[in-house]
């Protein structure tokens, strides 16, 4: 294992901070690494891995179509792709499905998409601590300094205000914005919640104004909040919604999906992806969708959610360190008050993979198929790694 970590440092570019394994296998909801190790994954490729590593259904349509048709260009109809949007159509507000190959890609085409449907009026309004991707449009409606300091000049057209806070965003609309876009809960930013009616509020805003309103749910989307989409859960009805992660159980692929009214700016030529929505990528995915997207599993996903922010609470109890629990379904955060490294790697060495956002928040994006046991562990690692790391 060692020799290969030295090769990738030798060859691979340095833009990762990884820890020191080599993964090799997954099943469920475990992985194993190159020496034997087998490690309860609650890191899941980044809610990526939604049902668990490898899962049957999506394996065996992978292999089948792999044998079929692996690509083809959208200069065709491509059946797989019909049926992919009809399915994220029908469990949706939105109308029309446009696909490519990941959540920087479906958060430019949402730009674009509403600039466009704009006629003129360009500018998007985007939330503080939010994470839209890496790629230069993205990159300018992502509010972290952090990420965008060494890159500019970005795109212009971008103006952000803090979460949770209906004046401010208020007050930041001009004659010239078109559009408002955000994460109905801030994945990378913290798992930040929504304050009760605040998302309600946004919407209003957007009505008035004759703003669109695009849902980033790149993470949040297709069951990881124990609904398909989680603007499910606050009675809003978004203009445009973003998907990736999930999406494609592993097999990378990308959606924006649209109003009809919204969608009808688009013509064609005006957006196009080589990759995108490939019959290989939209099987798996559709595939992977007739899991996520049942009503009895969501319902599992939610209550499982609820019994892990439960047991997080009462170890907060017993835990002074602990000092919020946070989030919605199985996308679940853990605010520290010290450092949160030496507990992703306390964890690590006990054979559980968690991850940390901000410092010193865990955030636990654990396959929806995990179980109740298996949460269990978790829960008893990291009190044992609380045990040990008192400041
Ligand atoms: C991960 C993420 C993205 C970026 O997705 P990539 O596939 O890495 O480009 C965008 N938005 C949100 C909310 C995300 O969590």
Not at 64 to 80: F, M, R, T, V
Not at 96 to 124: D, M
Not at 133 to 143: D, M, V
């Amino acid at each position: 294992m060692e020799d290969l970590i030295a090769l990738g440092q030798k060859y691979v570019m340095n833009t990762y901070r990884r820890l020191p394994v080599v993964l090799v296998r997954g099943s469920g909801a475990y992985v194993w690494d190159s020496e034997g190790n087998k490690y309860l994954d609650f890191v899941s490729g980044i809610a990526v891995n939604s049902l668990g590593h490898c899962p049957q259904v999506v394996t065996e349509a992978i292999k089948e179509q792999a044998e079929k048709l692996i690509h083809c260009s959208n200069l065709y109809w491509i059946e797989p792709q019909i049926k992919l949007a009809q399915k994220l159509v029908e469990s949706s507000c939105c109308h029309k499905a446009f696909f490519c190959n990941s959540g920087t890609e479906a958060n430019e085409a949402a730009v674009k998409l509403a600039r466009k449907w704009g006629k003129g009026r360009f500018e998007i309004i985007t939330m503080e601590k939010s994470f839209h991707g890496r790629t230069l449009g993205s990159l300018a409606a992502t509010g972290q300094e952090k990420y965008q300091k060494d890159f500019r000049p970005l795109p212009a057209g971008f103006k952000y205000v803090p979460f949770n806070d209906l004046k401010a965003l208020e007050d930041a609309v001009t004659f010239q914005t078109c559009a408002v876009m955000l994460e109905c809960i801030q994945g990378e930013g913290g798992v930040n919640v929504p304050d009760p009616g605040y998302l309600q509020g946004v919407q209003e805003i957007c009505r008035k104004n004759n703003l669109l309103l695009i849902v980033d749910e790149v993470q949040t989307g297709l069951g990881r909040t124990g609904k398909a989409f989680a603007y499910q859960h606050f009675n809003i009805s978004p203009d445009i919604i973003t998907l990736a992660k999930a999406l494609g159980s592993g097999v990378p692929i990308g959606a924006m999906l649209a109003k009809e009214e919204v969608a009808e700016a688009f013509q064609p030529g005006d957006h196009a992806a080589t990759f995108g929505g490939n019959p290989l990528a939209t099987q798996a995915a559709l595939a992977a969708t007739s899991v996520l997207l049942d009503e009895k599993f969501l319902a599992e996903v939610a209550e499982k959610g609820q019994y892990f922010k439960a047991e997080l609470a009462k170890l907060k109890e017993d835990f002074s360190q602990i000092t919020k629990v946070k989030g919605l379904g199985l996308m679940v955060g853990c605010e520290l008050s010290i450092d949160a490294l030496p507990i992703v790697e306390f964890c690590m060495k006990h054979k559980v993979l968690i991850n940390a956002v901000g410092g010193n928040i865990l955030r636990f994006v654990p396959p929806l198929i995990v179980t109740k046991s298996e949460i269990d562990q978790v829960i008893n690692t990291l009190k044992e790694a609380l045990l040990q790391n008192h400041k």
